[in-house]
């Protein structure tokens, strides 16, 4: 069977009105001629990318096995993650003789490697849900009830770009055309600079990230990411290994009720042994309509004068989130596996993360020269207490300056499962020569535990809600293109009345890649 099979093949305005302004008007002029430029492009042939997004976790899973057995040294808790991090790892392990349940894994991310040398990449997705606001995780997302994307993708030796349309029907940010996915990037020495909105997947989590996710829409920003993660070459920080390092300023636009807040963030992860990552990160929003955006108030961020409240809240620089995380693999009993966890604090308290949300995991996999299994089981708990009494949260991704919190419209940037809720996941996917691929997940969540909206109401749930769902997924080539189709059935029950409910959801979507 040809080596091809495994992964294309497997991923294979109304008119202004008189009264409009000028600037509306420009508005309008730019977003067609992108969207013509998409239109033409879409006839380039190929394919072309300079990082794995967050859209295939079977890729992912792949990556992580190969780190797991010491093949990839470089570190991979970051996405987007970039391709050039891992090709010299790939690179080393090619002619060698593998284990045989790694030579799928193998071969799964060389053949991605190998689509990533070409120059140009363009076609489009139908996309289809039943319900935009089920939990999103790694992975293809849905948030439309309808949706058509056109894209084009190229890359030189010296830049990169990606235009992706989005023409979309009930979407989440009420928006019936968006740009969730392109930027343009160029490279300077071991950087590259991208201008972009793209999702992002920060710390080892397989069913959800705490602090930032690909849960809410993403914000546009500029982006200054090391290239290449080799290890740094200086006396004090050559220990830390291999180091990956991303930085990034964008903006919220017009999602929250205080308009055009900034948001900063900043992620550091190495591996001091092949067998040990740890990443160290930091987001936070700032600014806003009326508030002050000056480079002493992003001084003053830094330094964490967010919560001390000295100077008046009107000028209390931001909200901010910070965290740790680590993924340690061995092999035990012949059987590889792995151990995970994520802490970040909601605020800090003498210059350290408090008022915690956590999470922990344990995966292992299972595989032959045709499939790759994968195993894991997940608790995650964002009930983090920031008053006198231990049983109520209410602060975990809330402000009392940026009322609508750590969100894009309404939906968390970091957990799936926003605040005040603990769950466990059981997860399990597999992957086969042929294209064919697919997914369960067995979740116990229980939302809004404290079932207090004594300072918000809840996003997710009202009152207090113990849910069991089950989450499946299948992909299979279809049509030469790629079709994956995603279910969910849930009950839940009410604390407040002790009222049960049930319900269902359907999404797909089908790619072709001219």
Not at 40 to 62: C, F, G, H
Request: proline fraction near 3%; aromatic fraction near 12%.
């Amino acid at each position: 069977m040809k080596l091809k099979s495994i992964f294309f093949n497997s991923i294979t305005s109304k008119p202004c009105e008189r009264q409009c302004t000028l600037k509306r008007f420009f508005r309008q002029l730019l977003n067609f001629a992108l969207v013509i430029t998409s239109t033409l492009l879409i006839s380039l042939p190929l394919n072309a990318s300079i990082w794995v997004d967050t859209e295939d976790p079977y890729l992912k899973t792949s990556i992580r096995v190969l780190a797991n057995a010491g093949i990839i040294k470089s570190p991979i808790n970051t996405y987007p993650l970039m391709y050039k991090s891992i090709i010299a790892d790939i690179k080393l392990a090619r002619g060698t003789k593998l284990a045989a349940n790694l030579y799928f894994a193998l071969q799964y991310v060389e053949h991605a490697l190998r689509h990533n040398k070409l120059k140009y990449t363009a076609g489009m997705k139908l996309k289809a849900a039943s319900d935009t606001n089920s939990f999103q995780s790694f992975g293809e997302r849905h948030l439309a009830k309808k949706e058509l994307n056109l894209f084009t993708e190229y890359i030189s030796e010296r830049w990169a770009f990606k235009s992706s349309v989005h023409f979309t029907k009930e979407a989440a940010n009420n928006k019936s055309l968006s740009f969730e996915g392109s930027y343009l990037a160029t490279y300077l020495g071991n950087w590259v600079i991208s201008l972009d909105q793209v999702p992002q997947w920060w710390g080892p989590g397989q069913d959800s990230a705490l602090i930032l996710s690909n849960n809410a829409v993403a914000f546009p920003a500029i982006r200054f990411t090391r290239h290449n993660s080799t290890p740094i070459d200086l006396p004090v920080l050559n220990w830390l290994g291999p180091v990956s390092m991303t930085t990034f300023f964008g903006q919220q636009e017009h999602s929250n009720e205080l308009q055009n807040i900034r948001i900063w963030g900043v992620r550091v992860n190495f591996k001091p042994f092949d067998s040990l990552e740890i990443g160290l990160s930091r987001t936070a929003q700032w600014g806003g309509r009326g508030r002050p955006t000056d480079f002493s108030t992003f001084i003053n961020l830094l330094k964490g004068e967010d919560n001390t409240n000295i100077k008046g809240m009107d000028t209390e620089p931001g909200n901010q989130l910070g965290g740790a995380d680590f993924h340690w693999s061995d092999t035990i009993l012949g059987q590889s596996i792995g151990i995970y966890g994520e802490i970040v604090g909601e605020d800090e308290a003498g210059g350290l993360p408090s008022h915690t949300m956590y999470q922990l995991g344990i995966e292992t996999s299972f595989s032959s020269e045709s499939t790759l299994n994968h195993l894991f089981l997940e608790y995650v708990n964002t009930m983090a207490i920031c008053g006198e009494n231990a049983s109520i949260g209410n602060c975990g991704y809330e402000h009392h300056v940026f009322q609508e919190g750590y969100r894009r419209y309404g939906r968390s940037m970091g957990s799936t499962y926003d605040s005040d809720t603990t769950g466990v996941i059981l997860g399990f996917s597999q992957s086969r020569y042929g294209g064919i691929s697919w997914y369960g997940k067995f979740k116990y969540l229980n939302i809004n535990k404290d079932n207090s909206n004594s300072r918000v109401i809840h996003p997710i749930s009202e009152f207090a809600q113990k849910r069991l769902q089950l989450d499946a997924g299948y992909r299979t080539p279809l049509l030469g293109g790629l079709l994956k189709v995603q279910a969910s059935l849930y009950r839940s029950k009410l604390t407040e009345n002790n009222s049960a409910d049930s319900g269902s959801s359907i999404k797909t979507s089908w790619e072709y890649r001219f």
